[in-house]
């Protein structure tokens, strides 16, 4: 009978292996990447709005916090909310009675960092988006009577997502890649419980190659659910 693979051994679901530590990191990057997104949806629809629709100023302190945002390094924005964080969350714990409390926790400091940062990319994307639409289907729906939230709901919402979501598809993509990041603060995602096998074995290459495997199926599936999404917002015809 032949033996297994020291290859699998080692990254297999048996009690030597590290399949489900590695398993466990994938899914916490998951799940940080998709609330780091959503984040950023929020932020950049409401920046994106300020952009469009709001005055000087508000338009000035939209297209500041873009040229930020997106000129400063992603690891330094992760750095600024995890350890800048103290100086605002310590006080706050000595209050409460928690003086052991003097940072955000990672996962929170990574996601809101990533977040920002998602936000500020989708920011421009939905503005563009948004100027695409023909000012005729605005006048159109104002002179049928939509009230300014059916508008919204009927017109902007769905034109907008049907040139957006290929450019927001490759926001998803820095988004995801961006969540290795935050294993330089301790957060045990993918790369990070990579590291510790590399570590604890010390037999880097096996965990590496896992990780990019683990990054590579979440990007190909993933890709796979932006597509079925562009293809159903363009259902009705694809806009000239």
Request: proline share 4%.
């Amino acid at each position: 009978m032949t033996s297994q693979s020291p290859f699998l051994t080692l990254l297999g679901f048996g009690t030597q292996g590290w399949g489900f530590a590695l398993l466990h990191g994938s899914l916490a990057t998951l799940g940080i990447a998709v609330a780091s997104f959503l984040l950023g949806g929020i932020i950049g629809t409401i920046a994106a709005w300020a952009k469009i629709k709001g005055g000087r100023f508000v338009r000035w302190f939209a297209s500041t916090f873009t040229t930020i945002f997106r000129g400063v390094p992603d690891l330094l924005v992760v750095y600024l909310f995890y350890f800048g964080s103290s100086s605002l969350v310590a006080p706050i714990a000595r209050a409460l009675g928690n003086p052991e409390v003097t940072t955000l926790p990672g996962f929170v400091a990574g996601i809101l960092a990533i977040g920002i940062v998602s936000g500020a990319y989708q920011t421009e994307v939905l503005r563009a988006a948004f100027g695409t639409i023909r000012r005729g289907e605005l006048e159109a729906a104002t002179a049928a009577g939509m009230s300014t939230l059916l508008k919204f709901r009927r017109i902007i919402v769905p034109l907008t997502l049907r040139n957006a979501i290929p450019n927001l598809g490759n926001v998803w993509q820095f988004t995801l890649k961006d969540t290795a990041l935050i294993s330089v603060i301790g957060v045990v995602d993918t790369v990070r419980q990579a590291q510790m096998g590399a570590g604890a074995t010390h037999r880097p290459f096996p965990f590496f190659i896992a990780a990019g495997i683990a990054f590579l199926l979440i990007t190909t599936l993933s890709g796979f659910a932006f597509r079925r999404a562009d293809a159903f917002f363009r259902k009705d015809g694809t806009r000239s």
